[in-house]
């Protein structure tokens, strides 16, 4: 399997030539996330960095490709069951196996879940889902919930569902079943 010094290039350069500067930065802000909360909680480093490189990678395409992606890897059944703004995440699994060769089955799931979440989530899921709400670049208030998840990272995978939950109460967008089910594994943390 390729490195992460290997992936680097090729993934930054793939936003750049779309003219994507400010997601690619959002990338980067989520691999050093990413690498500080694997350092910090006990996981692979460069796993963690891997996953967060490509969670976004195929962000810029449009609904028609991300579908014929979901439909290849996943059946033709599987991209009606998510919201539209979430297939990223599945095509994105599907880029990194058949594009890059990457075979992690944790990688795999760390990226495929990273909006959404799931109950039973790993380490390294956990690690990138969290990291995608808490890096620096993002223009949320998020500076608690950031220490929280270095402190207590189921802590802090609870808050962000929560803000999750507020951010698609008030835009009105779809909820994903596997999100409303992380919820219900986690929203306990919060009535302690
Ligand atoms: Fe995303
Ligand atoms: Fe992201």
Same mark, same amino acid.
């Given at each position: 399997m390729k490195t992460y010094a290997e992936l680097y290039p090729i993934v930054k350069e793939r936003f750049l030539a779309r003219g994507k500067p400010g997601r690619f930065r959002h990338v980067e802000g989520v691999i050093d996330t990413a690498a500080a909360l694997a350092a910090k909680h006990g996981a692979d480093v460069e796993k963690a960095k891997i996953a967060a490189l490509l969670h976004?990678?195929?962000? @810029?395409?449009?609904p028609a490709s991300l579908r014929c992606r979901i439909d290849q890897r #996943?059946?033709?059944?599987?991209?009606? *069951?998510?919201?539209e703004k979430l297939w990223h995440g599945l095509a994105a699994v599907a880029y990194a196996e058949t594009e890059l060769g990457i075979a992690d089955a944790d990688i795999l799931a760390a990226i495929e879940n990273h909006s959404a979440g799931r109950p039973g989530m790993s380490l390294l899921e956990k690690i990138v889902f969290v990291a995608d709400y808490i890096?620096? @670049? *993002?223009? #949320?208030?998020n500076a608690d919930i950031r220490q929280a998840c270095f402190d207590n990272l189921d802590l802090g995978v609870a808050l962000v569902l929560r803000e999750t939950n507020h951010i698609l109460a008030r835009t009105g967008w779809p909820r994903a079943e596997r999100g409303d089910a992380a919820w219900a594994e986690y929203r306990h943390i919060l009535e302690e």
């Open positions: 976004d990678v195929v962000k @810029n395409e449009n #996943y059946g033709p059944a599987e991209a009606d *069951r998510w919201p890096e620096p @670049n *993002r223009d #949320y208030d």
